[in-house]
């Protein structure tokens, strides 16, 4: 699944042109390297997104088309904030 998509898919970013935006403005990393928002995430790996008030690196535990709201947060669990 493309960046891009797992961002809004797991309701991290709103939607899915501001998940594009931040990576093409280096915001977006995963396994310590910035990615553009084409990048294909696997189930383990490591993103960290930027905001404006610090860091969210979290770990991906699922990959689904869709979710319901209250299932979104089992797709990663965060390690820092």
Known sequence: MRIDKFLKV???LKRRTVAQEAASAGKIAVNGRE???SY???VGDIVEVSFL???LKFRVLDLKE???KDEATSLYEVIAE
């Open 10 to 12: 797991s309701r991290i």
């Open 35 to 37: 990615v553009k928002p």
């Open 53 to 55: 008030s610090g860091v």
């Open 66 to 68: 869709t979710v319901k």
């Open 40 to 42: 294909r995430l696997k």
